[in-house]
Nanobody, 120 residues
Framework: QLQASGGGLVQAGGSLRLSCAAS????????LGWFRQPPGKEREFVAA????????YYADSVKGRFIISKDGAKNTMYLQMNDLKAEETAVYYC???????????????WGQGTQVTVSS
């Protein structure tokens, strides 16, 4: 299971850090990612990290503002979001897959989502 947390209400330009705790062991081959789903829109890729190597991947829209990281000892992934924009209001989900992909259906396990609201 994946448990996402850390969402909330923030003003545009502000920051939030999301967490995704895994209750089952995460293997080095696993890829953990963040997706978001704005109201009325499709779920979209945000960032991902290879658990073993720590290699990271970002959507172009968040490069330079968001940082994905992990703590192996805590079996937890993080998403530090800086300079947030109103259009980034969405439910943010964490997910686990076996290979890098920006397509949501390529991920096997999903957390329940955490709401991020950015006020303008």
């Amino acid at each position: 299971q994946l448990q996402a947390s850390g969402g909330g209400l923030v003003q545009a330009g502000g920051s939030l850090r999301l967490s995704c705790a895994a209750s089952e062991r995460t293997y080095s081959s696993h890829l953990l990612g963040w997706f978001r789903q704005p109201p009325g829109k499709e779920r979209e890729f945000v960032a991902a990290i290879r658990w073993g190597s720590g290699r990271t991947y970002y959507a172009d829209s968040v490069k330079g503002r968001f940082i994905i990281s992990k703590d192996g000892a805590k079996n937890t992934m993080y998403l530090q979001m800086n300079d947030l924009k109103a259009e980034e209001t969405a439910v943010y989900y964490c997910a686990r897959g076996n290979s890098y992909s920006t397509i949501a259906t390529d991920y096997n396990y999903w957390g329940q989502g955490t709401q991020v609201t950015v006020s303008s």
